[in-house]
């Protein structure tokens, strides 16, 4: 059980471009979705937390109108990276949890390798 | 802001050893969650601690958390090239608060 699916898996654009990540939740219902980013050889990078049908909250930092969340559904959340630039090439990774409070564990995707040409 | 300090940051052992990394807070943590991950991929849930002296164990991976609630260890036993990979440790360092504070990440790996 707890299943997050993320895709694609790998994706390789040019400058310019803009990208959309899936995170879907198979097998429960996600209250709330996240989003990380990760660095090679650094920890996880909380971007944004979304819950389903409202705004994400994004962390200090990070753009808004560059990384676009929306959780239109309990299973379906996705991040678009709009007008992509070689500095936004990382590891995306998406988690999920059946509770609003902090007394589940999160469920993560395989994650989204970005690189922009 | 409040970091979770992990130890070591990467361990080689040989197939058979049992092995423990180390999670550790300045502040106390209100919930503490180990996870696993394999580079390039995403993370695979191991065990969650809420109490302070609470002890979970899954097959031969077997978590604490101090009385303190400031100190979480992982202990593998007679480690296997399967146990190879890079664990994390997570925890919220509020009660109401969902999101996650991380450690850096211990690379394990094992030798046949």
């Known amino acids: 059980g707890a299943v997050v699916s993320q895709h694609p898996s790998r994706v390789i654009c040019k400058s310019g471009t803009s990208v959309k990540i899936e995170c879907r939740s198979l097998?429960?219902?996600?209250?709330?979705m996240f989003w990380y980013r990760q660095f090679p050889k650094q920890s996880l990078m909380l971007m944004a937390t979304?819950?389903?049908?409202?705004?994400?909250?994004?962390e200090q930092g990070v753009e808004k109108d560059k990384f676009l969340i929306n959780h239109a559904s309990l299973t379906l959340s996705t991040l678009t990276v709009t007008s992509a630039h070689p500095e936004d090439s990382s590891f995306y990774i998406c988690?999920?949890?059946?509770?609003?409070?902090?007394?589940?564990?999160?469920?993560f995707g395989d994650g989204t390798r970005l690189s922009i040409l | 802001s409040q970091e979770l300090e992990q130890s070591p940051q990467s361990l080689i052992v040989q197939e058979g050893k049992n092995l423990t990394i180390n999670c550790t807070s300045s502040?106390?943590?209100?919930?503490l969650y180990w996870y696993k991950q394999k580079y390039g991929e995403g993370l695979i849930f191991l065990m969650m601690l809420q109490k302070g002296g609470e002890e979970k164990s899954h097959e031969k991976i077997t978590a604490k958390l101090d009385e303190k609630k400031q100190q979480s260890s992982l202990h593998i036993t007679a480690s296997q090239p399967s146990h190879a990979g890079i664990y994390l440790c997570g925890a919220h360092n509020a009660g109401n608060n969902r999101k996650l504070i991380w450690g850096l990440g211990t690379s394990l790996a094992v030798n046949p």
């Open positions: 988690s999920a949890s059946s509770s609003p409070y902090s007394n589940q564990p999160q469920h």
């Open positions: 097998d429960f219902q996600a209250t709330t």
């Open positions: 979304s819950n389903e049908g409202s705004k994400a909250t994004y």
């Open positions: 502040k106390t943590l209100y919930g």
